[in-house]
């Protein structure tokens, strides 16, 4: 009798620990999700590419959409130019790949650099991962959304990919912006149901700011 107690005294706490720790990871990724997207919004009204934060959308915070992923880096160092949605071309580099598992299935993107901002002393450690998933044009922006990365976020080989803070691409707001069309190979074959949804605000047009 005092080993079954023992025995559900201990998978009870347990269990408790384990709640506990899904709770207190959920409510970090909550806080963290919640103020970058508070960053986000800040530099779209700076931008002018939104007349208010309100009119932005988002999925809530799901931890199964914050993965840890395998970094490899890109073998050829040569840049070449992803087209926008404007119809004007910029330059990137092929900075390596990530695989991971999302819902055990497994997936692989690439993460490219932009040539430009290598010249900045602010953006020049910027990694860029743009991706299409099947919300896009439904639930999500129809050209797809982006994901912003530090070079100092891979640490031995490993890369946290958190689809929560995916935003959409000024183009989302309106037209005269020029914004990379995500290339094929970074097309995903599933739903993401996480990070910032459709734009439903007044368009903006730059040209006539």
């Known amino acids: 009798m005092r080993v079954v107690l023992f025995v559900f005294s201990f998978l009870f706490l347990s269990c408790s620990k ?10 970090k ?11 986000q919004a800040k530099d779209k009204l700076k931008d002018n590419a939104i007349r208010s934060k309100d ?4 999925y809530d915070a799901d931890l199964d959409y914050y993965v840890i992923g395998k970094f ?3 073998e050829v160092d040569q840049s070449f130019d992803i087209p926008t949605y404007s119809g004007i071309k910029k330059e990137f580099y092929t900075y390596g790949f990530v695989d991971f ?3 055990g299935v497994p997936y692989k993107l690439s993460i490219y650099r932009n040539v430009q901002s290598m010249q900045s002393k602010k953006y020049k450690d910027y ?4 991706f299409k998933d099947e919300t896009n044009g439904s639930e999500t922006y129809g050209g797809g ?14 890369l946290v990919l958190n689809f929560n803070v995916a935003y959409n691409p000024y183009c989302a707001y309106g037209n005269g912006w020029n914004c990379p069309i995500p290339p094929i190979e970074n097309h995903m074959s599933t739903s993401i149901y996480a990070g910032e ?3 439903k605000g007044p368009e903006v047009n730059r040209e006539n700011q």
């Open 127 to 130: 990694l860029f991962l743009p």
């Open 29 to 39: 990724l909550e806080k963290d999700v919640s103020w970058t997207r508070h960053l």
């Open 197 to 199: 949804k459709a734009y």
């Open 145 to 158: 959304r982006y994901i912003d990365l530090k070079i100092q976020d891979i640490q031995n080989d490993q």
């Open 101 to 103: 598992e999302l819902k």
């Open 55 to 58: 009119d932005l959308a988002y």
């Open 18 to 27: 384990t709640s506990q720790g899904i709770v207190e990871n959920t409510n």
């Open 72 to 74: 490899t880096k890109a």
